[in-house]
């Protein structure tokens, strides 16, 4: 197979003194990416230049130290002797230079994770946090892809202009996920905006309802903002591997391989996978807390209020497609008492509340201890019980007028689109109970504290029950 050339470039028009332009080529067969990034600054000088790598990938809240695959770092001047460089710290390479430096290094991508880079002779999944080194994230960037003999797609949320994929900066290039090779892709405009599937395991999949279900969740998410926060979306579907990672404009997921479902349970599994994802470009990546973001690429950013960012968007997964019409009543009522059970029946409930759980998910996302369970308790499972709790308690003390809706609604436009930053857990709170109307200290302390939750307290005045023999919730009305 052809090598494939990736050529990153800066656009001119920006008032930085340098300009970086990168070009990649792989080594399918040995899983290598080839990566040249040439620095140029406009005034040569004799400072010294610090180029860093990311050790983590946002939405992936684990270190997952990216430059251990990172080998043959080289550096040359223009005449194209050596340039001396030398590590500081793990992440760091620090280069002398007085004028344009041709940086060539290697990364080993072989790893079957949405957060890392993976090269086969079947194509490229490439996670940007483990390629691109930057000198300043806040930096425009733009992207020439080359394809090789025999792939023929790209699919990536960048835009596309004058040759290049183009990035207001590295924030938004390690936010832009490729998929390249030969996979299937479907587009699909709704409401004026494109939406690729992009699926490297195709089995079964233009045959599914999968898409059209997943765009009506769509399309009752956006009815809850009145605004999309991108301009085009893509879904990067990896084939069978583990897990999902959201972007702005676009999600990579390892999915089940097959799009040929055996039941309505496993369909409605990875329905809602994808729409969790999709839903997080509202909630993570517009809708925020004030810690994720800009982000700090060198260490753990910790929140306390992931079981929100998290848990709410597991609650809606399910509530878009149940107006959407894609799931029933019924199919949202059991998947809400499936996340109550769960809850109840984790003894680390009592040792670890959500705010905990957020802010310690480094600690437990991955490298859960033998004795996990006991002590801890994820906002997955817990965050989306405080959702629906918090919905219907806002619905009560509003006298039926306002909903968990109005402070999505609220919180995308007040922080995301007129003020332009995260929240505090303040702030947040200030905001719930000002679309409420009244307090949700009973909800706050679910939160902050291992209160045992008094369900019938909130659910009945709603108009649900709890059945906690059998675990099922119904509704008086159903
Ligand atoms: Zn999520």
Redesign the pocket.
């Known amino acids: 197979m052809a090598a494939l050339a990736i050529f990153v470039s800066c656009s001119k028009n920006h008032d930085t003194p340098y300009d970086i332009s990168y070009s990649i080529s792989f080594e399918p067969e040995e899983h290598y990416i080839n990566v040249k990034m040439l620095y140029a600054p406009l005034k040569p000088g004799k400072e010294k230049v610090t180029l860093k790598m990311p050790v983590w990938a946002p939405?992936y809240y684990i270190i997952m130290d990216y430059p251990k695959y990172l080998s043959d770092f080289e550096v040359y001047d223009t005449s194209w002797k050596p340039v001396k460089w030398e590590k500081s710290g793990k992440n760091n390479w620090v280069v002398d230079h007085t004028d344009t430096l041709d940086i060539r290094y290697r990364i080993f991508a072989d790893a079957m994770s949405v957060a890392d880079s993976r090269v086969t002779s079947e194509g490229a999944f490439v996670a940007p946090n483990g390629v691109f080194l930057y000198k300043d994230t806040d930096h425009p960037v733009s992207v020439v892809i080359s394809l090789p003999e025999g792939w023929e797609k790209i699919s990536t949320s960048l835009q596309f202009h004058e040759g290049a994929y183009q990035a207001a900066n590295f924030d938004v290039l390690y936010d832009s996920p490729f998929l390249i090779g030969n996979h299937l892709t479907q587009s699909v405009k709704q409401d004026g905006i494109v939406y690729e599937f992009a699926v490297q395991s195709p089995q079964g999949f233009e045959e599914s309802p999968i898409s059209k279900d997943f765009l009506a969740g769509v399309r009752e998410a956006v009815k809850i903002f009145g605004d999309t926060p991108y301009e085009s979306y893509h879904l990067l579907l990896l084939g069978q591997g583990p897990g999902g990672l959201?972007h702005q404009s676009s999600q990579a997921d390892y999915t089940a391989g097959s799009w040929d479902f055996k039941t309505r349970e496993s369909y409605l599994s990875m329905l809602r996978f994808i729409s969790?994802?999709y839903f997080?470009c509202y909630n993570v990546k517009a809708i925020r807390p004030v810690e994720l973001g800009p982000f700090d690429y060198d260490k753990e950013v910790y929140t306390p209020l992931l079981w929100f960012s998290?848990g709410i968007?597991c609650y809606y997964e399910s509530v878009i497609l149940e107006r959407a019409g894609a799931e029933t009543f019924q199919e949202h009522l059991d998947f809400l008492a499936g996340y109550i059970k769960d809850t109840e029946n984790t003894e680390g409930r009592k040792h670890m509340s959500m705010r905990q759980s957020s802010y310690d998910i480094w600690l437990n996302f991955f490298n859960r201890s033998a004795n996990s369970s006991e002590t801890t308790i994820s906002y997955y499972v817990k965050g989306p019980v405080i959702g629906f709790l918090m919905d219907l308690q806002i619905q009560t003390i509003s006298g039926g007028t306002k909903s968990l809706d109005d402070l999505m609604n609220l919180l995308y436009w007040r922080y995301y689109k007129e003020k332009g930053r995260g929240f505090t857990e303040e702030e947040f709170w200030a905001a719930a109970e000002e679309v409420a109307g009244g307090s949700l200290e009973q909800i706050r302390r679910y939160v902050d504290t291992t209160e045992e939750i008094d369900y019938d307290s909130i659910l009945e005045p709603a108009g649900f029950h709890l059945d906690k023999e059998s675990w099922t919730l119904t509704a008086s009305w159903n």
């Open positions: 939405g959201e969790h994802e997080h998290e968007t």
